[in-house]
């Protein structure tokens, strides 16, 4: 059964730096085809895509996000850790992790809970 | 960037309806969409991955069709429970989503 945790601080102030880790089970990233990506949605509003990693360390970037995001994974941990700079109010919003299989494509077939983050001061 | 759009933005409908919502592209994404549903509080759900691939223990009346920059998503008879909001999803990007409510 694969499951998916994201965590990291609920409350960040503008400018800092968000961290947010994701702490999978039930499958490894190392396996061929496997990714993790994150998600995010404000409050009220659409889902947005901001970057996804690949078992062979491949990384995709949100195009209008790249300069602020970095993804990383630790295969041992069984972890995937987004870091966001320079954060703004704006970025108040639920970050989901979620699961992509070589058989769903870039869809994410098993979702994290969420968590909710907000920024400000 | 590819830009994803959803029609219509909000379908008031009643149960047993047949119900279809319409995502495009910017540009041809071959097949590569997928279909989410979403509820209030909880993670999406994913129901369609490669335009028309039922996710495993997704019920039959949910259907996806298209390829290039058009796909549709078909909801053959509207249950209590199919009530909530549907986003499409290319590789990088969502749509803005297609709430469904009880008309």
């Known amino acids: 059964q694969i499951t998916l945790k994201e965590s990291g601080p609920t409350l960040v102030k503008p400018t800092q730096t968000l961290t947010l880790t994701c702490t999978f089970s039930?499958?490894?990233?190392?396996?061929?085809?496997?990714?993790v990506g994150w998600i995010r949605q404000p409050p009220g509003k659409a889902l947005e895509w901001l970057a996804l990693?690949?078992?062979?360390?491949?990384?995709r970037y949100s195009p209008s996000l790249k300069s602020r995001l970095t993804i990383t994974k630790d295969t041992s941990k069984n972890q995937v850790v987004l870091t966001m700079t320079n954060m703004d109010p704006v970025d108040t919003a639920t970050y989901y992790c979620a699961h992509r299989s070589i058989l769903h494509r870039d869809a994410f077939d098993i979702w994290g809970q969420g968590t909710m983050v907000t920024v400000s001061s | 960037d590819i830009q994803m759009t959803q029609s219509p933005s909000t379908l008031s409908a009643s149960v047993g309806d047949r119900v279809t919502i319409t995502c495009r592209a910017s540009?041809?994404?071959?097949?590569?969409l997928a279909w989410y549903q979403q509820k209030p509080g909880k993670a999406p759900k994913l129901l369609i991955y490669k335009a028309s691939s039922l996710e495993s223990g997704v019920p039959s009346r949910f259907s996806g069709s298209g390829s290039g920059t058009e796909f549709t998503l078909t909801i053959s008879s509207l249950q209590p429970d199919d009530f909530a909001t549907y986003y499409c999803q290319q590789s990088t990007a969502f749509g803005p989503g297609t709430k469904v409510d009880i008309k």
């Open positions: 990693i690949y078992w062979d360390d491949d990384k």
């Open positions: 039930g499958f490894s990233l190392s396996t061929s085809g496997v990714g």
């Open positions: 540009q041809s994404i071959s097949s590569w």
